[in-house]
Structures are given as C-alpha cells and as structure tokens.
C-alpha cells in the first residue's frame, strides 16, 4: 500500500515537469514567432533612415570671384553612386549646356558691357555749354558735319567708353535734344556733367544761360549709315591701332583674330584700340556693344588714316 502511493505521487510529479516543459517550449516558440515577424519592421525603418540621410545631404558651392568658374561639387559619403542608368540624364545635361553655349547674334547687355552708362537708365545732371569749333575732340573722330554734339565728363567718359553714344537731353522746361558724344570734360565737370556744343545747348536754352538742370540717357536712333573702320597713323603689321566710327550703340569691345583665336585689344582714352605686338593687324575685327551683339567685319585692309566702310551696323533697343 505503501509503495502504491509513493508510485502514485512520482507520476504526478512526472506529469508537472512534462506540462511545465510543454508550456516552456510553448512560450519559446511564441517569442520565435514574435522576433521573426517583427524583424522586417526593423529592416524597413532601417531603409528610411538609410533614405532620409541621403535625401538631406547636399552640397553648398562657394560663391566664385569675377572671372572665376563656379567649383565642381564633391559627392559626399552618403550620395549615392551613379548606376549605368544615370547616363542618359548626363548626356541630355549636356546637350543643353551646348545649345545654351551658342552665342546669340543680339543678347541682353551684362553690366561689365554696359560700364558707368546704362541703357533704360535716366541721369540726373548739369548741362554747360562749350565753343566746339570743327566737332573735334577726344575721342578722335576728327570734323563733324553734325554740330549736335557733346562733351562727357571725365568720370562717366570712362577711358572713351563713352564715346560715339547717342544721348537724348532733356531740361526742366520739356525741350530735349540728342548729341552725340565726340568729346571729354574734364575737371571741374562732375559726374551727370554734359558740356554741349553752342548749337544743341541753344535747343534747350539761351546759350547765355551758360548753365542749367538736366536728365539725360542713352539713346538708340534709327539710322541708315553703316559702321567704318580707320588704323591709326603709323599701324604696321608689328604695331596698330583701330578704330570703329558710326556704330549706333556705345562700343564695348573690339576683337581681332588670331591663330589662337579672338584677342581682345585695349581701349586708350583717345578712343583707339591698340595691339601693341602687332596681333591681329590686317585681319579680321570683331566688335561687341553694349547690348552683346556681335558684329566680324573682313576685308578691311591696313590702311592708316584711311575710313574704309563696313555693310554692317548693330541692331536699334
């Protein structure tokens, strides 16, 4: 009897350990299932992680000097790799960077072209009168057959920039008159400073008046003349000097082929353009106003003092 329920007792406990391990086993196996369907959550935040930080990262250029090309940014760590798919995006980059490299044949004037003087901009200033004589002056054009002329002062004639510019001149009265700029004021004349020739300050007032209030601003005019070209008095294949007369627009450059392609030439205060080795002298001239077009002038031969006409002229604004 005794050894009855001892036996009795020892099968109970045998069946609690069986059921623990069961329910042991059982709750291992949740768990399992548990980590398994979490992990690809995990795998899933992991990636837009992985995406955020990529979609954040950029690159900020320094600003360039004048003159200067932009920097070439540097891939970070964390951008990603072109694949071979991403080669069609460059080429199409760079077939536009090509059709935008073409220079049109009229384009809008960047400030370097304009200088002190701007187009669409109005003035504020002084007009003072002069004796003009023949029309000669600075920029070395030589007589005028048209007195309407004009005297930039020093500081807005900017080393003959100013020169062979239409100006239309207008006083506090309402009477206005365009001259052409043949000449240079120099000090006391201020900045805004006009010194008209006898005959177009009397279109705004009596001459005796001698000084009055003015506005002013470049001017575009219709014209029927065409551009001419002159070398300068000793211009040699080994030295030379040019200038261009009648252009409609202020002159902004003046190029001249070489072997090596265009070589922009020095502008001096008497209005020519010099090339003092010699490059250039006899070929091909390109000139530039201050709106960006572009005129190539051939077959003007090196002829000093000689005004040898072109069939070219920049465009009316």
């Known amino acids: 009897m005794q050894e009855t329920r001892q036996a009795a007792r020892q099968r109970r406990r045998r069946h609690r350990l ?22 690809p959550d995990r795998d899933e935040d992991a990636g837009r992680a992985a995406a955020t930080a990529v979609a954040d990262s950029h690159e900020t250029l320094p600003p360039a000097s004048p003159g200067q090309k932009p920097a070439t940014p540097t891939p970070s760590p964390s951008s990603p790799t072109p694949s071979a798919g991403a080669a069609k995006p460059k080429a199409a980059a760079t077939t536009s960077a090509a059709r ?67 100006v239309l001149v207008r006083a506090a ?39 009055i209030a003015i506005t002013w601003r470049l001017l575009s005019p219709e014209t029927s003349g065409t551009i001419s070209i002159r070398y300068k008095n000793g211009s040699s294949p080994y030295w030379c000097g040019i200038q261009a007369i009648g252009h409609r627009n202020p002159l902004a450059q003046l190029e001249v082929r070489t072997g090596g392609g265009w070589h922009q030439l020095a502008r001096t205060g008497y209005n020519y353009f010099l090339s003092p080795d010699g490059r250039g002298c006899g070929g091909a001239i390109r000139l530039t106003d201050v709106y960006g077009e572009r005129l190539t002038i051939n077959g003007i031969a090196l002829r000093p003092e000689v005004v040898q006409p072109t069939r070219v002229q920049f465009a009316r604004h």
């Open 100 to 166: 935008s490299s073409a220079t049109p044949r009229t384009a809008p004037a960047p400030t370097s072209l304009a200088g002190r003087i701007r187009p669409k901009v109005t003035y504020q200033g002084v007009a003072t009168v002069y004796k003009a004589g023949v029309g000669d002056g600075a920029c070395s054009y030589g007589p005028s057959s048209d007195m309407m002329i004009a005297a930039m002062n020093t500081t807005d004639y900017e080393t003959s920039r100013a020169c062979g510019a239409y």
């Open 18 to 39: 069986l059921v623990g391990a069961t329910a042991g086993l059982v709750v291992t196996g949740l768990l399992v299932c548990l980590v398994m369907t979490r992990q």
């Open 173 to 211: 009265n309402g009477a206005s008159v365009t001259v052409r700029i043949t000449n240079e004021c120099p000090l006391p004349c201020a900045p805004g400073q006009l010194d008209l020739s006898e005959q177009a300050f009397a279109e705004l007032a009596p001459t005796s008046t001698g000084r």
